[in-house]
């Protein structure tokens, strides 16, 4: 803190000394202490979703372990990038953490002005768990397999609606990559979360969605939608009656994502190695593991779980969509 006057000299130490101990800088002692009151979880989704689902195992999991409760704030909008702007900007006191997923290196090429640097506003704590997206559509719709979906995708045209969940994230990317396959133009519709949207799925009111397996297995297997391939090479063991992209014969239709735990850039080393290492008890426990096999993920080996790792893996993805966006021309968004 500056004090220019000597008059306010006093008053300056004492302002200071609160923002000592509310966290604006954390001391030693404090990071030794570490966590001492309730964290704050930002989910740049909004509630229902597969990023809600799964940040509100891990709030519980870290925060058992951790001693403190971590509350989930939920800060959708923009495919994620309101949400990532408010984590990047907040104190790096380790009261304040940040889960997201493939959006996240995604958003930095298909975003004109992020307000926030992808590659230095977070510290990388650690891959969470990675998995495919499912085709679904309304239960009403009457198609019975991809092929036919494509085919109606086509004649419907624009009458169709396809949601998302905003630019970038993964259900926008997956909704791009079947328009690429169907070459058809469908309208999009966003949404603040895939949560929102598969409520409007479920009710009819929307004709296709391609979300995560974590929030679409529980609905398939309930019944509530259909569902067409899993973008990846292989059935997933808890939708075995979905077909592979491959089987379902949608080549190309492959779409891996991942899921990572962040902290504003500066949160002291003591902070990150303590909550890796709660985060290492959470993707080894048995329970969660079953849990994310039932809805279709499974956490990263070992050799891959690093602080380092989760940077390398970020830093390639963000090449990775950068040259993959230029090469599709498609136009950047203005951030909000
Ligand atoms: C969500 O939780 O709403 C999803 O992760 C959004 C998406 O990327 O499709």
Redesign the pocket.
């Known amino acids: 803190m500056l004090c220019i006057n000597p008059r306010t000299a006093a008053a300056c130490v004492a302002l200071a000394a609160v923002g000592w101990s509310a966290g604006f800088m954390t001391s030693p002692a404090s990071a030794q202490t570490y966590p001492s009151k309730t964290i704050t979880l930002i989910i740049p989704?909004?509630a229902g979703?597969?990023?809600?689902t799964l940040g509100r195992i891990t709030a519980d999991h870290m925060g058992r372990t951790l001693g403190q409760q971590i509350v989930v704030e939920n800060v959708g909008g923009a495919g994620?990038t309101v949400g990532t702007e408010r984590a990047a900007k907040a104190a790096p006191d380790g009261y304040t953490l940040f889960q997201h997923?493939t959006?996240h290196p995604a958003a930095q090429s298909l975003y004109s002005n992020l307000r926030y640097d992808t590659r230095t506003a977070f510290e990388t704590i650690g891959l969470i768990n990675t998995g495919p997206m499912v085709l679904t559509s309304r239960k009403s719709l009457d198609v019975q397999d991809g092929k036919s979906l494509i085919a109606w995708m086509k004649q419907q045209g624009d009458k169709a609606t396809v949601a998302?969940?905003g630019v970038a994230?993964?259900?926008?990317l997956c909704a791009l990559l079947l328009m690429q396959i169907a070459g058809s133009k469908p309208s999009l519709v966003p949404y603040r979360?895939?949560?929102p949207a598969m409520n409007d799925l479920v009710a009819g009111q929307i004709d296709v969605l391609c979300?995560?397996a974590t929030t679409a297995t529980p609905q398939v297997v309930a019944g509530t939608i259909k569902a067409y391939a899993v973008t990846s090479a292989e059935r997933l063991p808890a939708l075995k009656d979905v077909p592979s992209s491959k089987e379902a014969g949608l080549t190309g239709f492959d779409m891996v994502i991942w899921n990572g735990f962040y902290a504003p850039r500066g949160t002291p080393k003591p902070i990150l190695e303590t909550l890796h290492a709660a985060l290492q008890k959470m993707v080894d426990d048995p329970k969660v593991i079953e849990r994310f096999a039932q809805t279709g993920t499974v956490t990263f080996p070992k050799e891959q779980r690093s602080m380092e790792a989760h940077r390398k893996l970020l830093e390639s993805e963000i090449e990775r969509f950068a040259v993959m966006i230029k090469a599709t021309g498609m136009k950047q968004e203005e951030a909000k």
Do not use: K
Request: hydrophobic residues 20%; charged residues 10%.
């Open positions: 989704f909004a979703g597969p990023s809600d994620g997923h959006a998302h969940a994230s993964n259900s926008h979360g895939t949560g979300d995560q």
